[in-house]
C-alpha cells in the first residue's frame, strides 16, 4: 500500500516535472540532498534488496530533475545553482554507483556548461563571486544552452 501510494506520487510529480517553473530555492536544495542522500545511501549498501527500491527512487528523482532543466532550463536558475553546488559530491556518488550515470549525464551536461559559464564570468580569476552574481550568471546561461 505504501508502494502503490509512493509510485502514485512520483508518477503525479513526473508528469508534471516538465512544466516546473521558478521553484523556490528551499525545495530545490531538499531534492538534490535527497538524491545525494539516497546515493550515499546506495553506496553503502551494495546490491541488498533495500538498495533495489532506493535504486527506483534515485532513478525517479532524477528522472524527475532531468524533466525539469530540460524542458524549463531558463525558468528553473534555483534547481540548477543548488546542482551546481552539490556538483562534486553528486559526480562522487555517482562514480561509486555508476549504474545510475546513464540518468546524470543531461544533469552533468548542464552542470559543466554553468560552470564554463561562471569561469568566463570570473575572467578566470579565483575571486569570490556572491550568490546573486552566480544566479544572474546561471540565468543568463541558462537562456542561452
Known amino acids: 500500500n505504501?508502494?502503490?501510494l509512493r509510485n502514485?506520487?512520483?508518477d503525479v510529480l513526473m508528469d508534471m516535472s516538465g512544466q516546473f517553473?521558478?521553484?523556490d530555492l528551499?525545495?530545490?536544495e531538499r531534492i538534490v540532498s535527497s538524491i545525494?542522500?539516497?546515493l550515499k545511501k546506495s553506496a553503502r549498501l551494495g546490491s541488498s534488496e533495500e538498495c533495489i527500491g532506493i535504486?527506483?527512487?534515485?532513478?525517479d528523482i532524477t528522472l524527475l530533475i532531468n524533466s525539469s532543466i530540460v524542458n524549463q532550463t531558463q525558468h528553473?536558475?534555483?534547481l540548477l545553482y543548488s546542482l551546481l553546488y552539490k556538483k562534486d559530491v553528486l559526480k562522487d556518488l555517482v562514480d561509486q554507483n555508476p549504474h545510475f550515470l546513464p540518468y546524470f549525464v543531461n544533469i552533468f551536461d548542464v552542470v559543466d556548461y554553468l560552470s564554463l559559464s561562471i569561469d568566463d564570468d570570473s575572467d578566470g580569476f579565483e575571486a569570490v563571486i556572491d550568490t546573486e552574481g552566480v544566479l544572474k550568471t546561471i540565468k543568463e546561461a541558462a537562456d542561452k544552452y
Do not use: A, V
Open 21 to 23: 517553473r521558478s521553484l
Open 8 to 10: 502514485s506520487c512520483m
Open 55 to 59: 535504486g527506483y527512487l534515485i532513478k
Open 36 to 38: 545525494e542522500s539516497l
Open 2 to 4: 505504501k508502494q502503490q
Open 26 to 28: 528551499y525545495p530545490c
Open 76 to 78: 528553473n536558475p534555483n
